[in-house]
């Protein structure tokens, strides 16, 4: 059997795969997209390869490239079970993403198609968009979610996706072309990451704090001299932290630390991807005081709810101002990074959020601290119910409020509600809003 | 001890001493009860070689440890099933499924709940609940263990009212060392333990 007779025999086993994954159910989407789009590349790549000189290597090579392709995304299709990620939750993800997402590729316009899947390990958050050099890219993109297995229910760690958002956007060339003018060019303008030079002498700085020059200590020269490709990568990294800011609001900056800190609890180290969290910290800190995020307490009329912001912002915000060494931008560079970013998200139809009223976040705060789940069902001893619209990111915030914040519920009483039932308060919270959006609706196409 | 009348059911809500969240539609308010929702989860038996029902097996031994085979055998006895709103579940004649409703219920000491059909479903051979008390204190979505006795599938959808609950007032206050229950703060279903302090009764473990 020569490569070509080969890879035609493997274009038939993905199409046995293909039948195989139709026996399963699927959430967030049916299969029937996925389906139709995998017999249209299948066919096109079989129409191609099949009148392939056995001889041309190169083409041979790209062809095994793609069908390598297509056998991953075929099986993450197969992985895609509900039950395995929190549907409710990918739903209201998609809504924020998608719009961003959506593109003229190179035979029709079209919203990519949603791939969500469950994989080890605390670090496999990921939005990917399939890149365009696919030269079977002849529709829709795929775009795949990936959830960490473990953390199936953990709603409020899931905030963490506002960073992924960025990564995805950044893989449309319209808004990477925006995203490098307007948000970066005031990131990169000024600083100690100025240049990889200035950068290296930032790293090797003898003012650093202790941690980073143990870390320094234990690696040869080399590790510490900042090379262009891996500036570009820390500077994707601060921009999909403005991201995740942005389009997550509070819960962000606490799945952020929380996260980030569990994976590196020194919160110092580096890598040829990531610049130290507390750097990444030092630039949310100024973000937080430029959106007015840090006096968002002042404005709270109800006392408890204050103690629990204040509390909250005092972990995930810091009330102390970073210091020098980590302080790679200045305040005004990020307000200018975070200003242009609002707009584009906004262009695209991806909805930013900030802190909410006290009147959308009281209610929520205090269901969860009853643990009753999160959701804007409003029966005050009348016999109509008053259902609220209720974004999905309030039920968030709500749930790491509760989460640091005082144990009393409405009565008095204290009632310590552990983390994973706190996340499974707000994830059954955001199933019962999906059922309420939905109610909402359909009354709503009455009305019309 | 006395059936809740609607104003009274309501009064409680009101009061926070009575939960049942969401309570969507005006529709779900009847004069004694209130329609409860289909969830999203489905637990379905499956019929292969390790899906009998031995009390033996499950005895001695708690929900998380145990030997390899008592916990394969628990996890394989079902078929969980999550299904998002507007997807169809057919439930076939003579088939059970446990399903949680959409409803979160949270119940004071002075209360029990009764859980039981619509009529309009009942009609359709649906059977909702065997186990239909819902003890004072309890808190969390209630399981409906639904059963086809009619001769065709019936067509299920998250989201639908398919059952009731009516609320009945007790002599007194249960006590709080009473109100504790094995499936307190349940999120969706999960199978029982036949055995459950009945293992005087059951086989010993072999050592």
Known sequence: MNSKEFLLQECENVRATLQDVLRHDYAAGSSEEFYNEFC?????????????????????????????????????????????????????????????????????????????????????????????????NVGRRIFTIVFPRTLRHHVLLHAIFGHEIGHAAWTIPKHKVELLDKVLRPLRASGPLNSTSQATAWLRDASAPGPII???????????????????????????????????????????????????????????????????????????????????????????????????????????????????????????????????LNAAGTSCTSMPEESRLLPLVRMLKDQIPPCGSDLSGSDTPVNRDVDFRDILLAGWLVADGSTAQSDGREQHINFLELNKLCEMGLLQQRAIDRFNLARQGEDA | ??????????????????????????????????????????????????????????????????????????????????????????????????????????????????VTARSSWAREGLSIATASLIHPGYKGVITLELANLGQIPLGLYPGLRIAQIAFHTLTEDAKEKDMGSRFNMAFEPVEGNVAHEDEPFLPKKKA
């Not at chain 1, 066919?43 to 041979?60: H, K, N, T």
């Not at chain 1, 069908?67 to 509900?82: D, G, N, Y």
């Not at chain 2, 289909?38 to 499956?46: A, D, E, I, Q, S």
């Open chain 2, 1 to 114: 001890m006395s059936a809740l009348v609607k104003a009274t059911i309501l009064r409680k809500i009101a009061e926070n001493q009575l939960v049942v969240s969401p309570i969507i539609s005006a529709g779900q308010l009847g004069a004694s009860s209130i329609d409860l929702r289909l969830g999203n989860v489905f637990l379905m038996v499956r019929a292969r070689g390790l899906s009998d029902v031995d009390p033996g097996r499950f005895a001695h031994s708690d929900s998380t440890t145990g030997d390899h085979a008592i916990q394969q055998a628990r996890r394989q006895k079902h078929e969980r099933y999550e299904a998002p709103f507007g997807h169809k579940f057919l439930l076939h004649p003579g088939m059970l499924a446990l399903v949680p409703t959409l409803e979160w219920i949270k119940l004071p000491a002075n209360l029990q709940g009764i």
């Open chain 1, 40 to 136: 249209e590349r299948l066919g096109l790549l079989e129409s191609l390869l099949r009148p392939a000189d056995p001889s041309d290597v190169s083409a041979l090579g790209t062809f095994a490239e793609e069908i390598s392709l297509l056998s991953t995304l075929v099986h993450h299709m197969e992985r895609s079970h509900a039950g395995e990620f929190p549907w409710p939750f990918t739903e209201y993800l998609q809504t924020l993403a998608t719009p961003l997402c959506k593109e003229h590729l190179a035979q029709n316009e079209g919203e990519p198609i949603i791939r969500v899947y469950a994989e080890g390990g605390l670090d496999t958050y990921q939005i990917n968009l399939e890149n365009d050099l696919s030269v079977l």
């Open chain 1, 214 to 344: 143990e870390i320094r200590n234990q690696y040869a020269d080399e590790y510490t001299e900042i090379k262009r490709k891996q500036l570009d990568s820390w500077f994707q990294e601060f921009m999909c932290d403005l991201f995740g800011l942005v389009t997550f609001g509070g819960s962000f900056l606490a799945a952020h630390q929380t996260l980030l800190l569990a994976l590196d609890p020194t919160g110092h180290r580096w890598g040829p991807y990531h610049p130290p969290y507390i750097c990444r910290k030092a630039m949310l800190w100024h973000a937080c005081r430029h959106l007015k995020w840090n006096e968002f307490a002042t404005s709270i009329k109800d006392e408890k709810l204050r103690a629990d912001i204040e509390a909250f912002l005092n972990i995930y915000c810091g009330s102390t101002a970073p210091g020098p060494w980590e302080n790679v931008f200045t305040e005004a560079q990020v307000a200018a990074a975070v200003d242009a970013l609002i707009p584009i």
